[in-house]
């Protein structure tokens, strides 16, 4: 679309926006990447299960969790800056570590 073009038109040449969308009837996820400067978005489908570990309710508990703790360790992390205590600060990298970690593994479940 012409607003999706303007977006990309607009954005430096070294970024990229990336995201990741529900399908209407949640059977596949549509994960897209702009960047800056570029002529088209690229966009790929992926199909989820309706049965297994991977079904949508089960992924969207898992993004809901990591997301809840992704908004307290960010919450935390206004706190460590201002602390400056580098055990602040250690425990809020830990916390994201864990949550990349996370992430990674639901990444994979998916595919």
């Not at 009837?25 to 800056?36: F, M, N, S």
């Not at 201002?82 to 990444?107: P, T």
Request: hydrophobic content about 40%; overall charge negative; glycine content about 4%.
């Amino acid at each position: 679309s012409e607003q999706i073009k303007a977006v990309m038109t607009a954005m430096p040449r070294t970024w990229s926006l990336v995201g990741i969308t529900l399908s209407p009837r949640e059977d596949a996820l549509y994960v897209w990447k702009l960047e800056g400067q570029a002529k088209e978005p690229l966009l790929a489908r992926c199909d989820i299960s309706t049965a297994g570990p991977c079904t949508v309710p089960k992924v969207r508990e898992g993004v809901d969790s990591i997301l809840d703790e992704m908004q307290s360790t960010s919450v935390k992390s206004i706190d460590a800056a201002q602390s400056l205590s580098e055990e602040a600060k250690r425990a809020w990298w830990n916390d994201r570590f864990r949550l990349d970690r996370r992430l990674g593994e639901l990444l994979c479940q998916i595919e």
